[in-house]
T-cell receptor, first 111, second 115 residues
């Protein structure tokens, strides 16, 4: 079964700074998902990355996928407080629709 | 368009009682997933259905847990008898399995506390 590892688990950063969250997965996959969860809330889909080299951007967030390295990154540019949340990556298991979620990265943006 | 609807939002009950969680997926979605989220174990898939048929229930912790999907617009997750270690947030999600790798859409969750 697919294993998904995220790092870091916790990230505290100042407003205006840039940082990257990493998501490694254990078996070949052609797609990768990123979700956001605010405290006490549900998970919201952010990005669906469907092929090697895929890059998607929404505001200050940019996600990319390297299927050969089995690595996805979520880059935060000039962080603002509103981006404070937990971010999850998730990968599909071969042959079915199951998603395996990473442990999440709890991001705190400090003014 | 209404999202995934779960009920109840919160449930507090005593150990040994039966608990039933309910989920209405997004209309037209043919895959439904039940997850459990805890601090210790993170987000775990319990079971998923495709076209109302259970496809993978390998995540169901034990026989005390059961799930049904009698039709395309309704699913239940039942715990009987409940135990304190079942306390968690339970999410239901749905997706359009026919679409090209569409994301799963999550409900607001049921926060379950077993005393």
């Amino acid at each position: 079964e697919l294993k998904v590892e995220q790092n870091p688990l916790f990230l505290s950063m100042q407003e205006g700074k840039n940082y990257t969250i990493y998501c490694n997965y254990s078996t070949t996959s052609d797609r990768l998902y990123w979700y956001r969860q605010d405290p006490g809330k549900s998970l919201e889909s952010l990005f669906v990355l469907l092929s090697n080299g895929a890059v998607k951007q929404e505001g200050r967030l940019m996600a990319s996928l390297d299927t050969k390295a089995r690595l996805s990154t979520l880059h935060i540019t000039a962080a603002v407080h509103d981006l404070s949340a937990t971010y999850f990556c998730a990968g599909p298991n071969f042959g079915n629709e199951k998603l395996t979620f990473g442990t999440g990265t709890r991001l705190t943006i400090i003014p | 368009d209404a999202g995934v609807i779960q009920s109840p939002r919160h449930e507090v009950t005593e150990m040994g009682q039966e608990v039933t969680l309910r989920c209405k997926p997004i209309s037209g979605h043919n895959s439904l997933f039940w997850y459990r989220q805890t601090m210790m174990r993170g987000l775990e898939l319990l079971i998923y259905f495709n076209n109302n048929v259970p496809i993978d229930d390998s995540g169901m912790p034990e026989d005390r847990f059961s799930a049904k999907m009698p039709n395309a617009s309704f699913s239940t997750l039942k715990i009987q008898p409940s135990e304190p270690r079942d306390s968690a947030v339970y999410f239901c999600a749905s997706s359009d399995g026919q679409g090209a790798y569409q994301p799963q859409h999550f409900g607001d969750g049921t926060r379950l506390s077993i005393l």
